[in-house]
């Protein structure tokens, strides 16, 4: 079979670009290995016979960034919008009350309105607040989006700019956990793409959470015209001897096209394209998380936590690294999805709870010591949503706990790698022509950030390219 | 097709892309961006619609050439003659 391009992945990235390259008549084909799409933003069921029915999760959604209001023009969400030719209302929006920044002796609120962190760090970091000011005209005025950039910490430049480090800190937790592939630190442009997205933006779920946009992505791209193959598993990238990407080997059944895009991670296709094997080869990510879904029987009452998110760290200095151990229950994202508006105020409650993670450890361990330390990290992460709301005397009605290899086994992204690769293609190529690498490993993160990789690089390479191809 | 026929297309479609504007205060002589929140994504968007619908080809060097409304009009008009 031939087709004008292929996608490998049916994440937010790959029904992107298929939806773009549809759009203008390309034919096109998504092939995702999963049974279902989303990739590393997707969702699963368990059941819970207790109850008599089936509980549907979200697995990476705490928080949709770039939220915006309707309307409003000119932002990441509004150009995603405009391109994929979908609907603000069909979102179904819910933003944040407010997030927090929580350390041992000091708390900063954001908001979707910029303003409060402003006064935030004015009352708590009185000192800081011309250099604060600083920060964010270099922020507004960096182009984050010039995809010749190479890699400047973050770190450095906001030395530079601020005296204290623990406002460095703070700032720089939720940006570090919520998108850096590399650790303790994160590549500059990177840092801007996530201060506008968090801060200057903010947070907002969709109501009935990722599988909204994933219906969404996938309507539109029916809508299109555009073919999507579940239960596919590329075995193989082919190229032929000058180079040039041919087509992918489904285990049997060869697919041809002369434009590939990968959505699966740059390691990932160096992996299954012999052409790109070199001692160079992008290097596999360490940031791997745990997560722990609990249900409760009752709302967490607002006088008690009314914060959308909570990024906590009680160490002494914020580490973002691989746990030393299996995991670290020192730092903690806390998300209350509750908290979105708009969502109802009786009912269960839930409490999602994130924790740095090392794969290596929890690689070696037998199945039953698997179940038990997963079973501590429940513990552990009950402790800390008692330290948060101790008057809480809700009862867990269910819960369920995801390691990396849980994500490993279904994202296929190895070592459970969340952010991806520290080695990141900006503009997309990779040494073999027509072979292009789209979503995290492009280095757009979160659902907005792929969504928007697969929209420029379908852009760059599957429409503007194709002229030049003939 | 007349000079209207063609400035009607390309209305046309920038309301498709960008159903948000305003294209009936649009300021022939001006600048596209400056008038409407158009970005170069916008423009390729118009490129492909012409390529798409009428089978119209703007070579990526000539881009620029859709500028403002009346530069696209004119250099469209013999693309449709």
Same mark, same amino acid.
């Given at each position: 079979?031939?087709?004008?391009?292929?996608?490998?992945?049916?994440?937010?990235?790959?029904?992107?670009?298929?939806?773009?390259?549809?759009?203008?008549?390309?034919?096109?084909?998504?092939?995702?290995?999963?049974?279902?799409?989303?990739?590393?933003?997707?969702?699963?069921?368990?059941?819970?016979?207790?109850?008599?029915?089936?509980?549907?999760?979200?697995?990476?959604?705490?928080?949709?960034?770039?939220?915006?209001?309707?309307?409003?023009?000119?932002?990441?969400?509004?150009?995603?919008?405009?391109?994929?030719?979908?609907?603000?209302?069909?979102?179904?929006?819910?933003?944040?009350?407010?997030?927090?920044?929580?350390?041992?002796?000091?708390?900063?609120?954001?908001?979707?309105?910029?303003?409060?962190?402003?006064?935030?760090?004015?009352?708590?970091?009185?000192?800081?607040?011309?250099?604060?000011?600083?920060?964010?005209?270099?922020?507004?005025?960096?182009?984050?989006?010039?995809?010749?950039?190479?890699?400047?910490?973050?770190?450095?430049?906001?030395?530079?700019?601020?005296?204290?480090?623990?406002?460095?800190?703070?700032?720089?937790?939720?940006?570090?956990?919520?998108? %850096?592939?590399?650790?303790?630190?994160?590549?500059?442009?990177?840092?801007?793409?996530?201060?506008?997205?968090?801060?200057?933006?903010?947070?907002?779920?969709?109501?009935?959470?990722?599988?909204?946009?994933? %219906?969404?992505?996938?309507?539109?791209?029916?809508?299109?015209?555009?073919?999507?193959?579940?239960?596919?598993?590329?075995?193989?990238?082919?190229?032929?001897?000058?180079?040039?990407?041919?087509? @992918?080997?489904?285990?049997?059944?060869?697919?041809?096209?002369?434009?590939?895009?990968?959505?699966?991670?740059?390691?990932?296709?160096?992996?299954?394209?012999?052409?790109?094997?070199?001692?160079?080869?992008?290097?596999?990510?360490?940031?791997?998380?745990?997560?722990?879904?609990?249900?409760?029987?009752?709302?967490?009452?607002?006088?008690?936590?009314?914060?959308?998110? @909570?990024?906590?760290?009680?160490?002494?200095?914020?580490?973002?690294?691989?746990?030393?151990?299996?995991?670290? %229950?020192?730092?903690?994202?806390?998300?209350?999805?509750?908290?979105?508006?708009?969502?109802?105020?009786?009912?269960?409650?839930?409490?999602?709870?994130?924790?740095?993670?090392?794969?290596?450890?929890?690689?070696?361990?037998?199945?039953?010591?698997?179940?038990?330390?997963?079973?501590?990290?429940?513990?552990?992460?009950?402790?800390?949503?008692?330290?948060?709301?101790?008057?809480?005397?809700?009862? @867990?009605?269910?819960?369920?706990?995801?390691?990396?290899?849980?994500?490993?086994?279904?994202?296929?992204?190895?070592?459970?790698?969340?952010?991806?690769?520290?080695?990141?293609?900006?503009?997309?190529?990779?040494?073999?022509?027509?072979?292009?690498?789209?979503?995290?490993?492009?280095?757009?993160?979160?659902?907005?950030?792929?969504?928007? %990789?697969?929209?420029?690089?379908?852009?760059?390479?599957?429409?503007?390219?194709?002229?030049?191809?003939? | 097709?007349?000079?209207?026929?063609?400035?009607?297309?390309?209305?046309?479609?920038?309301?498709?892309?960008?159903?948000?504007?305003?294209?009936?205060?649009?300021?022939?002589?001006?600048?596209?961006?400056?008038?409407?929140?158009?970005?170069?994504?916008?423009?390729?968007?118009?490129?492909?619609?012409?390529?798409?619908?009428?089978?119209?080809?703007?070579?990526?060097?000539?881009?620029?050439?859709?500028?403002?409304?009346?530069?696209?009009?004119?250099?469209?008009?013999?693309?449709?003659?």
């Amino acid at each position: 079979m031939k087709y004008d391009a292929i996608v490998i992945g049916a994440g937010m990235s790959g029904l992107a670009a298929g939806i773009r390259l549809a759009m203008f008549d390309k034919k096109v084909v998504i092939l995702e290995k999963h049974s279902i799409s989303g990739g590393l933003n997707s969702y699963y069921q368990r059941r819970n016979f207790d109850q008599g029915g089936v509980r549907q999760f979200d697995v990476g959604l705490h928080a949709l960034t770039n939220f915006i209001k309707k309307g409003e023009k000119g932002k990441p969400f509004s150009k995603l919008l405009k391109q994929l030719r979908l609907s603000y209302d069909d979102f179904k929006l819910c933003p944040q009350t407010h997030s927090r920044i929580s350390f041992p002796d000091v708390e900063l609120k954001f908001s979707n309105e910029f303003d409060l962190l402003m006064t935030e760090v004015s009352e708590k970091f009185p000192k800081e607040i011309d250099s604060f000011a600083v920060l964010v005209e270099k922020v507004k005025g960096f182009n984050e989006l010039d995809l010749s950039l190479g890699y400047t910490s973050s770190r450095d430049t906001l030395k530079k700019i601020f005296k204290d480090d623990l406002l460095i800190e703070m700032i720089l937790c939720p940006l570090l956990i919520y998108g %850096s592939a590399w650790e303790d630190d994160m590549d500059f442009a990177q840092f801007v793409i996530m201060f506008k997205s968090l801060y200057f933006e903010g947070f907002s779920r969709p109501e009935g959470g990722v599988r909204t946009i994933i %219906s969404l992505l996938l309507k539109r791209l029916e809508e299109v015209g555009g073919e999507i193959r579940f239960k596919s598993s590329v075995t193989s990238i082919l190229t032929s001897e000058m180079g040039q990407v041919v087509g @992918v080997d489904l285990g049997g059944e060869i697919l041809y096209a002369p434009i590939i895009l990968s959505s699966i991670g740059y390691p990932e296709t160096v992996r299954i394209t012999p052409a790109l094997e070199s001692p160079s080869s992008p290097r596999v990510g360490a940031m791997t998380f745990l997560e722990s879904i609990f249900i409760f029987d009752k709302k967490i009452p607002l006088d008690q936590n009314n914060s959308t998110i @909570v990024f906590y760290n009680n160490a002494k200095n914020y580490s973002y690294r691989p746990a030393t151990n299996l995991y670290d %229950s020192t730092s903690a994202v806390v998300c209350f999805p509750d908290n979105y508006e708009a969502q109802k105020n009786s009912g269960e409650g839930v409490i999602r709870v994130t924790f740095m993670a090392n794969y290596a450890h929890w690689k070696e361990l037998g199945r039953e010591e698997y179940d038990l330390k997963k079973e501590q990290v429940g513990e552990s992460a009950l402790k800390l949503i008692k330290t948060m709301v101790p008057r809480f005397d809700g009862k @867990v009605l269910f819960k369920d706990i995801f390691s990396p290899l849980t994500i490993e086994r279904y994202t296929w992204h190895l070592n459970g790698t969340v952010y991806g690769s520290i080695d990141k293609t900006r503009d997309g190529t990779t040494k073999v022509a027509g072979l292009f690498i789209i979503g995290t490993d492009q280095g757009f993160l979160g659902i907005i950030g792929s969504i928007l %990789s697969g929209i420029s690089m379908a852009n760059l390479h599957g429409l503007m390219g194709a002229k030049h191809e003939v | 097709m007349t000079a209207s026929n063609v400035r009607q297309i390309v209305l046309d479609i920038i309301s498709d892309i960008a159903p948000d504007e305003d294209v009936t205060v649009i300021d022939d002589a001006k600048s596209l961006r400056e008038q409407l929140d158009l970005d170069s994504m916008d423009f390729l968007d118009i490129v492909m619609e012409l390529r798409k619908r009428h089978k119209v080809e703007v070579p990526q060097e000539d881009y620029s050439k859709l500028a403002t409304l009346e530069s696209c009009v004119s250099y469209l008009s013999p693309k449709f003659a």
